[in-house]
């Protein structure tokens, strides 16, 4: 049972780690050519390798050889984590996954604005945390959103206020062309006079 749950978690990371879209001229790669490494965490996919296109191949020999790469500590992160989505209801997985899409869907800054505040999050004292988790449970599902929007116009606030302190027209480029200096004439050069 857990080298099946094993074969599970490194099957599932496989598939996670994606790779860019292979070309269909690549030929598949066989079973004897890949690398013991390789070979010893790919081994649930032994008997179906052959059958697998040449871009799934590719997508789990990267995650191999991703696999292969982690520190014992990353490993048993990894580990939880598939432990976990195991233990989710199919409805709960459906869920995660719309989210996710979701996630890919916004622009590029507002899935750094997530990704920042997911670490300061992570970064916090545990009692902090606490705090935050039962100030949030407090504020009832119905008010939630009111309450995102304000603090978004405020963090926006903040920010415009961050910037009003910088003067704008120093940063303007077509300010900068009028201060600049008349050239002064290159030593030993002289005038053109024949225009």
Known sequence: MKQISLALLIAWFLLLAGAPEISAQ????PWDQLSTAEKQVLEPFRDRWRDFPASK???????????????????GTVKKRFQRWKNLSPKQRARVRAKFQDFKRLPRNK????RRARHWFRNLPEERKEKLRQRWNNIPPEKRSTWRKKRR???EQDQKNHLNGFDKNRFNR???RNRLKPRSPRPNHQPRRDR
């Open 174 to 176: 077509k300010n900068d």
């Open 111 to 114: 899935q750094d604005r997530i």
């Open 153 to 155: 116009q405020k963090i």
């Open 57 to 75: 191949q590719k997508r789990l020999q990267k995650g191999a050889n991703r696999w292969a790469n982690l520190p014992p500590e990353e490993r």
């Open 26 to 29: 690549e030929q598949n790669a």
